[in-house]
């Protein structure tokens, strides 16, 4: 008889880091796995599904404009009541810190199911730095049975919560395996959004890869991002800058009102995943407040400057990938300044190694598993 596991996920970023694993279950012949999305996001998630070749078995579709954590919450339990309960899986894999993260594994915990969180034991133990996700990854740790740690220090974050040892294995994070299958599929991409982008850009110039939507950076925080982006571009007319922005209307109105008029700073429209690889690879340096990115540059020799005040993260922090500016203005024209201009620290971080993995995380996870029966 197989084991039955039912995969969930609703956002680009858990849909990038669960795409690997998916696969992996699929082609083991033991595992009956089906694909849960809620549509937490919606183009963005497709448009992933589609570069891996992914169809999910059930689809949500939750996404509704003016969406809020409260109804998104309520829905993600309620449509996966009748699929729970019909599939009657074994294992419900979630990942990360997402509203369908926390919510499918409270749901997936009701249904008796045992809850697998990936990428589990992150922590910045502020509930409030990053909102809602340190209390959506915290609740996901209270429920699951089985936690995947991507690191040392995350399995430790663990254990001082009493997770029992045994049921904690650090596997390395799964962006680290999507990301060396699709940057090697992405090195000759020739799609619309690259030919713009080459049309666009000088690429015998150093390009700076900004990305930027955290909910607690809304408001002072994107105005000093902005200000500090615009000097940066100021005093450096042979960088140039591509901020794809996010479509949320509290990061698009201060971006383009503050930056939508500098020369060499390029305002585009959110990039599909296979583009955002081809670009980081493009990329003399990221200035970043997302989680991922923290994860990937590294592996492709990026030195990434993150604009948060605390990291669930540190590793890299630590192994001097990353350097954490906030978004403090001065701050931020500081350290990329001093990227800029110094060759021996910039050489120094872009060939750090990378505390994240090795592109066998996937693996451990299915071996874990097997090794339970």
């Known amino acids: 008889m197989k084991i039955k596991n039912l995969i969930i996920f609703g956002t680009r970023p858990e849909a990038i880091k669960m795409a690997p694993l998916v696969k992996k279950f699929l082609e083991n012949e033991k595992f009956d796995t089906k694909v849960c999305v809620t549509g937490q996001h919606r183009e963005m998630l497709d448009q992933v599904l589609s570069f891996f070749e992914i169809i999910p078995d059930f689809d949500l579709s939750l996404m509704k404009p003016n969406q809020n954590l409260y109804n998104l919450t309520g829905e993600v339990i309620v449509g996966l009541k009748p ?7 074994d294992y419900v894999f979630v990942h ?6 926390m919510a499918a594994s409270l749901a997936g915990f009701y249904s ?20 809602p996700e340190e209390m959506n990854r915290q609740v996901a740790g209270r429920l699951a049975s089985y936690h995947f740690a991507p690191t040392i220090k995350s399995k430790e974050n663990l254990l ?3 997770v029992i040892e045994k049921n904690i294995i650090v596997t390395g994070n799964t962006v680290i395996d999507a990301l060396i299958d699709s940057s090697n599929r992405v090195k000759d991409l020739d799609n619309e959004a690259v030919q713009k982008l080459k049309n666009k850009l000088d690429f015998n110039n150093r390009i700076i890869l900004v990305t930027g939507h955290r909910r607690e950076n ?3 925080g994107f ?7 615009k000097e940066i571009a100021k005093n450096n007319p042979n960088v140039e800058i591509v901020y794809p922005v996010h479509l949320n209307p509290n990061v698009l109105k201060p971006v383009n009102e503050l930056l939508g008029r500098v020369k060499n700073i390029h305002l585009i429209k959110p990039l599909s995943y296979p583009s955002f690889v081809w670009l980081m690879n493009q990329s003399y340096l990221i200035i970043t407040d997302s989680g991922g990115v923290q994860e990937e540059a590294p592996s492709l020799g990026k030195p990434v400057l993150v604009m948060r005040d605390t990291t669930e993260r ?17 701050r931020i024209i500081k350290e990329a300044q001093e990227l800029i201009v110094n060759s021996e620290k910039y050489k120094s ?3 750090l190694h990378n505390p994240y993995g090795d592109g066998k995380a996937c693996e451990r996870i299915i071996e874990f598993i097997l090794n339970l029966y």
């Open 349 to 351: 971080m872009s060939s």
């Open 112 to 131: 008796g199911a045992k809850v697998c969180h990936v990428e589990a034991g992150l922590r910045t133990n502020n509930l409030l730095s990053p909102f």
């Open 314 to 330: 540190p590793e890299a922090v630590e192994a001097g990938t990353v350097i954490l500016v906030g978004t403090d203005t001065d």
């Open 218 to 220: 809304h408001g002072q």
């Open 160 to 162: 001082k919560e009493n």
């Open 96 to 101: 990360g810190d997402t509203t369908t993260t």
């Open 83 to 89: 699929i729970l309960e019909s599939f009657n899986p």
């Open 223 to 229: 105005i000093n991002i902005c200000n500090a982006l």
